[in-house]
């Protein structure tokens, strides 16, 4: 496993159970968390115009930062067709918390009772939020949220489960620990009950989204640790890497177009949004940003997640209007 990072941690899991690791098992860099200390108050709805998108000469993508009230970081994991949006950030206690914020609404504070940790990873289009979160004993679950109620979710007989999305049809999919051999595999929960999903090979895997049409998406590794791009449909497994220096290539969601969204590791702590439409790939950064995360999408072309700015500087979360609506 590699050391925990802002970038590689998103990607890899950590099984180790102190309190110590806690913060790695949600994405959380041992620099964000220096940077936390002394970091300066977020910036939030502040606009942000990059250039002219290749796609239509007509067409401009715009970024803007939003960033949970008060919070030393943000990150916003997921946002469905209607716009709502959820994520994680960091209070000044160190303490981190899940949220959701709706279209013309505040923010909304989510935390699963008793937990330590909680973020929230995706929203369907019923509203209901997926995430996972960790227990007082340290041990991290995934969790259901949908009108003021929490559900457990875990995996029959894990170690641990993260819960990292849930498509409308209510598919719930993500990662467990193995008691067997204590890594990583991927699973899927349908009307059927739970699945595990492993690409032959893998050391480890990794399912984060799905399109409503039998495709999922997400990432897997070798014994070389590098992290590659995962397509699963009807139980057939596609690899890929978008061409480049890349020691990272992880899918975060597929859109019903076929468009897929995801995260390039240039180093640990450097990260670059990816595009992928058909055999074509574009990279997304944030302006001014050494490391920009693209986290979800959503039909409307909607993009979600996280920026930035050094490699010291906590991330604050972004929307981005972006030239991928079905509509145009």
């Known amino acids: 496993m590699r050391a925990t990072t802002r970038f590689a941690t998103d990607h890899r899991q950590c099984i180790d159970r102190q309190m110590a690791t806690v913060a790695c098992c949600l994405g959380l860099s041992a620099a964000l968390l220096a940077g936390c200390q002394d970091a300066s108050a977020p910036v939030a709805d502040q606009p942000q115009a990059i250039v002219q998108s290749d796609r239509e000469q007509d067409c401009h993508e715009v970024f803007r930062t939003l960033d949970y009230p008060g919070a030393e970081f943000t990150r916003i994991f997921g946002v469905n067709d209607r716009g709502d ?3 994680r950030f960091g209070d000044a206690e160190g303490n981190i918390h899940g949220f959701l914020k709706q279209p013309g609404g505040g923010f909304v504070q989510i935390d699963v009772d008793g937990s330590i940790l909680t973020a929230a990873f995706a929203v369907n289009n019923q509203g209901v939020v997926a995430g996972h979160y960790v227990d007082g004993d340290g041990v991290t679950h995934g969790f259901l949220y949908r ?12 170690l641990d489960t993260r819960i990292r999305g849930i498509d ?3 598919n719930v999919m993500g990662n467990f620990g193995s008691i067997a051999d204590g890594v990583e595999h991927g699973f899927i929960r349908d009307r059927q009950g739970f699945h595990q999903e492993d690409l032959p090979g893998s050391e480890t895997s990794d399912i984060w989204a799905s399109d409503d049409e039998g ?8 014994t070389d640790d590098v992290v590659h791009g995962l397509i699963l449909q009807h139980g057939r497994f596609t690899s890929f890497d978008m061409p480049g220096p890349w020691w990272a290539t992880s899918p975060r969601t597929i859109l019903h ?6 995260v390039v590791g240039e180093t640990d702590f450097i990260a670059h949004g990816f595009i992928r439409q058909g055999d074509r790939y574009r990279q997304v950064d944030y302006p001014g940003a050494i490391s920009t995360s693209t986290l979800r999408a959503n039909n409307r072309g909607v993009v979600v997640g996280a920026y930035a700015l050094t490699e010291d500087s906590p991330e604050h979360g972004f929307v981005l209007t972006s030239c991928l609506s079905e509509d145009r």
């Open 168 to 170: 409308d049809q209510g």
């Open 147 to 158: 009108r003021g109620r929490f559900e457990t979710v875990d995996y029959p007989g894990a």
């Open 257 to 262: 177009s076929g468009v897929v969204i995801g």
């Open 85 to 87: 949006l959820v994520g």
């Open 215 to 222: 495709h999922f998406v997400g990432d897997w590794s070798g």
